[in-house]
């Protein structure tokens, strides 16, 4: 029994050294240790011994089996660490010290300007809710108070799909499901409905310095009790501050959108000329309509799933291709559009 105790030492250290993979490691595991290993058959091979030899056998086969598990998982160990060098060899060889050439991109001026505009919206409580372009035409317009064969729709072409649906040419397209998505219910638990909806728009309309076929908009509505104008207008206010770090000319005229009761548009001072001797950028005016807003009409809100009678609010179509034509003193809307790196390439994000 002894000689066999030995021997199966022996075999086990050599298979162990030539073992070179998991699986044939837990081949070796199951075939020393398992329920029919050979350890084990040793221990059931003592019923012909006289109970001292039992005692002193015993001992040596308990000593055995702890010997080979510990081997057995030190060369598990080994075996790993061999297969992690294989694989480091057959990497590639790079050296993190050698100096790169470094030509990093920049962000479109209308994605720093949106940015600024989100960080200064969420700071005051708003959500960014994000929406389809391609909208149907009760988002789009029925929804916003604007029916089939209303004048208003004149105001607005845009492209149409086969399937009858469209390119959003508003962001109030989505006004309707933000309503719903919030409800009044919120309004109840002290919470106004704040969100504020990015997005791009398209019109089919004539192109020149302020017009663009494709361009974005950033629409934003609040709702809860007693809202009035005089908090679109510090919203507004404040949102202009904080965009262009200084005070800026505006004026606040009347204007007609059917979604809104009163409406206003909001102009502010042509940054590219001063506002005093007018320019191309501005249509010879010395003003830009930047950001039409108002009240929102009672019929939006009852579209949307709240009471008009219990609730008001503001809504504002901010137009953030012009915003940053303003911002970075870009005298042509289309330089926005033309995939110029030559152009866009002078605008970073100081942030
Ligand atoms: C609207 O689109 C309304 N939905 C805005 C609104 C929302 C009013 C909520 C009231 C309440 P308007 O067509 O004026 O309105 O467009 C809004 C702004 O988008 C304009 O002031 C302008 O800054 C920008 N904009 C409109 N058309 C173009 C265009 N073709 N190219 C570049 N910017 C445009």
């Known amino acids: 029994m002894n000689e066999k105790l030995e021997q199966l030492k022996a075999q086990l250290k050599q298979e162990l050294s030539s073992a070179v993979d998991a699986q044939t490691l837990e081949n070796l ?3 020393y240790l398992g329920k029919k290993g050979s350890i084990t058959d040793l221990l059931k091979g003592m019923k012909s011994l006289s109970n001292e030899e039992k005692k002193s056998f015993g ?3 308990n000593e055995l089996k702890q010997q080979a598990a ?9 075996i790993k660490e061999l297969e992690i060098k294989k694989e480091i060899e ?73 399937n009858g649906e469209l390119l959003k040419s508003q962001t109030s397209a989505a006004q309707n499901a933000i309503l719903r998505k919030y409800g009044p219910q919120l309004i109840e638990k002290g919470m106004p409905i ?28 609040m709702v809860d009790k007693n809202i009035s104008i005089s908090n679109l207008i510090y919203f507004m206010k404040t949102m202009l501050s904080e ?9 606040l005229r009347p204007g007609f959108f059917p979604f809104v009761e009163p409406g206003f548009e909001l102009d502010i001072s042509c940054l590219i000329c001063g506002g005093e001797t007018g320019c191309p950028s501005c249509n010879h005016s010395g003003w830009l309509e930047l950001c039409p807003c108002g009240m929102i009409h009672p019929e939006v ?16 179509g901010l137009g953030l291709t012009r915003l940053a034509m303003m911002k970075y003193g ?11 790196l030559k152009v866009m390439s002078q605008f970073t994000d100081d942030k």
């Open 29 to 31: 595991r199951v075939k």
């Open 59 to 61: 001992m040596k086969v």
């Open 70 to 78: 510990e081997s057995i998982s030190k060369r598990s160990q080994e």
């Open 90 to 162: 057959l990497m590639p060889e790079f050296d993190l010290t050698i100096p790169v050439k470094e030509e990093r991109g920049s962000y479109h001026p209308i994605t720093l300007v949106q940015r600024e505009c989100e960080r200064i919206f969420t700071t005051m409580g708003f959500n960014v809710e994000d929406y389809p372009e391609v909208v149907t035409d009760y988002e789009c317009f029925e929804a916003v108070n604007v029916p089939k064969n209303h004048p208003a729709r004149d105001m607005q072409d845009t492209y149409y799909l086969e």
């Open 194 to 221: 704040r969100a504020i909806f990015p997005g791009r728009c398209f019109r089919n309309e004539a192109t020149d310095a302020t017009h663009e076929n494709t361009f974005f908009q950033m629409e934003g509505v």
């Open 243 to 251: 965009v262009f770090q200084k005070d800026i000319k505006v004026r």
């Open 301 to 316: 809100l009852r579209e949307g799933g709240i009471d008009p009678e219990k609730y008001t609010g503001f809504a504002f």
């Open 330 to 340: 870009i005298k042509d809307i289309r330089d926005l559009n033309s995939g110029s």
